[in-house]
């Protein structure tokens, strides 16, 4: 039995294109591996621990074995318990909506609490910076207003996909795969749902095989 981690990083609910396409995803993918357990986080409604002044200073104080007081214990074995969810999981898939190019802040905050040095990334002179989130797929879905397809002239705006890609592609994900709505709002509410219901249609076809 594997664990899939569901997360959801937009606040709209089911007006969400992109939660709309993930969980079409996931509904096939129950479907198809009814054993397998779903674990659900919407970053937007979760107890995610603030990474503060105060969880900064506990990190370092105790991965550099220095003397720490009880309260930074707790805080940093709050952000112990996030990245432990996270790496417990055998699958993953994401729901992200562009948010003035790039992601929501507080996918950017889980993001923070997930990257630490001995949890989800090593060092050594010998090999440099190596991800220790290993073997596992992601599928990642995406959602946009406007078109950022590739070669096309707001391309470079697209700092979402990129740093999804690139984040989780440090902490050792090689199997990520992707799913694009666009355009939400561009073209009208007539292209938006045939670009929803297409990305549906593909979210289908991927989970058959995850």
């Not at 112990?80 to 790496?87: G, Y």
């Not at 729901?95 to 929501?104: G, L």
């Not at 989130?133 to 002239?153: F, H, N, T």
Request: hydrophobic share 40%; net charge neutral.
């Amino acid at each position: 039995m594997s664990r899939l981690l569901y997360i959801q990083a937009s606040p709209r609910g089911k007006r969400s294109h992109c939660i709309a396409v993930a969980d079409a995803f996931v509904e096939a993918y129950r479907q198809k591996n009814p054993n397998d357990e779903i674990v659900f986080i919407n970053v937007f409604g979760a107890s995610i621990p603030k990474f503060d002044g105060p969880a900064v200073q506990a990190k370092y104080t105790i991965m550099h074995g220095q003397s720490h007081s009880k309260e930074e214990l707790q805080v940093w074995k709050d952000v112990e318990k996030v990245i432990e969810q996270f790496v417990g999981a055998d699958k993953y898939v994401l729901a992200v909506p562009m948010w003035n190019f790039s992601i929501p802040y507080r996918l950017k905050q889980y993001i923070d609490l997930l990257v630490q040095p001995g949890y989800t990334f090593g060092y050594s002179e010998e090999k440099g910076y190596e991800g220790l989130v290993v073997g596992k797929p992601l599928l990642a879905v995406y959602a946009r207003g406007g078109e950022y397809s590739a070669g096309g002239k707001a391309e470079a705006f697209d700092l979402q996909r990129k740093y999804i890609e690139l984040i989780f592609g440090f902490i050792g994900f090689k199997d990520i795969r992707s799913i694009v709505v666009e355009p939400t709002l561009q073209g009208g509410p007539d292209v938006a749902e045939a670009r929803r219901q297409e990305a549906i249609n593909k979210a289908g076809e991927i989970a058959v095989t995850f």
